[in-house]
């Protein structure tokens, strides 16, 4: 029959691993170390592209072909306005 402990003596004490609370703080800290070692890995080996040498120059083509958009959107943008004017203010005809 184990020994039950009387009021004046003192617990035994246990290790520190043997506390789930310890591993509860130990565990943010490592997942966020693994997580470092898993983003470098990806860095390595996947790096990012080199940009063209005539990056800027695609951009000034590319801004040139969208100011010439808004006058082919004419027809579109005067339907819209027609079907979104209510219709006691539509001219009669």
Do not use: C
Not at 15 to 36: D, F, N, Q
């Amino acid at each position: 029959m184990p020994a039950v402990p009387s009021m004046n003596e003192s617990p035994v004490a246990q290790p520190w691993w043997k506390y789930g609370h310890v591993w509860l703080v130990i565990a943010g800290p490592v997942i966020v170390v693994i997580a470092g070692f898993v983003t470098l890995w990806l860095a390595i080996r996947q790096p990012d592209p080199v940009l063209a040498e005539d990056y800027y120059q695609r951009g000034l083509e590319i801004n040139k072909t969208l100011q010439h958009s808004e006058a082919s959107m004419a027809p579109a943008i005067k339907g819209r306005n027609h079907a979104a004017t209510p219709l006691e203010d539509q001219p009669r005809r």
